[in-house]
């Protein structure tokens, strides 16, 4: 049985489109379409479970339109609007190809601090989750919704971010105090 650590949550089923079982994903990470997976999971009454993917089409770089396998009516994909969608850790490519990396996929990291200068295996201290990144103007930002519900915004800039782990899903960042103290 697959364990919520196993998967990371990449959107949500919005609405029904069509009758013949059509659904809209909201998503934050087109994975499944870059390593062309045959399933995702949806949390359904608590459970995970995987639906495999039949087809889809982009509308937006944000929304696709999917259907899923056995699901043929608008009656059967009424059940399914309002479900969060995982993707399976395992099926995450290690490290992205270039032509393939943009910020948004960072959507869903989590941000781990590590002071400058601290030494190897030195105490990471997790800030939180990227929630959004606003990529509209030359200057990038993530914003990080700290697990008190405190919004930090910091730029996504080569000084501040020291790596990224794309299976584990985590954001390894140095920044300076004043930046995560900015609004608070």
Not at 80 to 107: H, I, N, R, S, Y
Not at 159 to 182: G, K, M, Q, S
């Amino acid at each position: 049985m697959i364990q919520e650590n196993d998967v990371y949550k990449i959107g949500n089923l919005t609405r029904t489109h069509g009758v013949r079982g059509d659904v809209t994903f909201q998503f934050t990470d087109d994975v499944w379409d870059r390593v062309e997976a045959d399933y995702l999971f949806l949390r359904l009454d608590g459970l995970l479970v995987p639906f495999f993917l039949e087809e889809w089409r982009f509308r937006s770089d944000t929304t696709a339109l999917v259907k899923f396998e056995d699901i043929d009516d608008v009656n059967a994909a009424t059940r399914l609007v309002g479900a969060e969608v995982f993707f399976p850790k395992a099926l995450t490519p290690t490290e992205p190809d270039d032509e393939d990396l943009t910020w948004q996929m960072f959507t869903g990291f989590e941000v781990i601090i590590v002071p400058s200068g601290s030494p190897e295996g030195a105490p990471e201290s997790p800030l939180g989750t990227v929630t959004a990144v606003y990529d509209q103007t030359a200057n990038i930002l993530l914003e990080v919704t700290t697990p008190d519900g405190r919004s930090i915004l910091i730029p996504a800039h080569e000084d501040f971010i020291l790596r990224a782990d794309h299976r584990e899903r985590r954001l390894y960042v140095d920044v300076p105090e004043e930046l995560l103290t900015l609004n608070s």
